[in-house]
Nanobody, 120 residues
Framework: QVQLVESGGGSVQTGGSLRLSCAAS????????MGWFRHAAGKEREEVAV???????TYADSVKGRFTISKDYAKNTLYLQMNTLKPEDTAMYYC??????????????WGQGTHVTVSS
């Protein structure tokens, strides 16, 4: 089993920065595909950023150039550096992992989420 615990959320003003962390434990390996998702009130869940086992990252158009996903293999931790935050970034952010990048349909483990609020 895999366990994921997010941290680092909070409240910031427009233009501010936050770094989210996702500590992974259990049967998780460097080959896993990991990602950040967000769910804002009244909207569907959105894939924010994904990083595969080779370290290749993809981003939603809405966050390109502002967010950076990274992994620290030694610490088994996934990060999301969020810069130039906007009010529309306000959401609950979730970390997720799957054995390989398969579209987040099956065998997905989710964290409990950490909330980000960006005020104007």
């Amino acid at each position: 089993q895999v366990q994921l615990v997010e941290s680092g959320g909070g409240s910031v003003q427009t233009g501010g920065s936050l770094r989210l962390s996702c500590a992974a434990s259990g049967h998780i390996y460097s080959s896993f595909c990991m990602g950040w998702f967000r769910h804002a009130a009244g909207k569907e869940r959105e894939e924010v950023a994904v990083i595969d086992s080779d370290g290749l990252a993809t981003y939603a158009d809405s966050v390109k150039g502002r967010f950076t996903i990274s992994k620290d293999y030694a610490k088994n931790t996934l990060y999301l550096q969020m810069n130039t935050l906007k009010p529309e970034d306000t959401a609950m952010y979730y970390c997720a992992a799957e054995p390989e990048c398969m579209g987040w349909v099956e065998y997905v483990t989710w964290g409990q989420g950490t909330h980000v609020t960006v005020s104007s």
